[in-house]
């Protein structure tokens, strides 16, 4: 028996680290860093150019 107590990571959670994540607008293939969601749903990822399309997400 050991003295470590483990608990189990959430599967919603975001590992450590940078994330990369692909603006979702038509012919846009950039870093996209404005994430769209509602609850417990997966996220839409939009540049700041193209935020405006991702609030239809919310």
């Given at each position: 028996m050991s003295d470590e107590i483990r608990i189990?990571?959430?599967e919603y959670a975001t590992?450590?680290?940078v994330q990369h994540?692909?603006?979702e607008h038509d012919?846009?293939?950039k870093d996209a860093g404005w994430?769209?969601?509602k609850?417990?749903?997966a996220p839409h990822w939009f540049r700041y150019e193209h935020r405006a399309e991702g609030e239809?997400?919310?």
């Amino acid at each position: 028996m050991s003295d470590e107590i483990r608990i189990p990571k959430p599967e919603y959670a975001t590992p450590a680290g940078v994330q990369h994540h692909v603006c979702e607008h038509d012919g846009c293939s950039k870093d996209a860093g404005w994430g769209f969601v509602k609850p417990k749903y997966a996220p839409h990822w939009f540049r700041y150019e193209h935020r405006a399309e991702g609030e239809h997400f919310l």
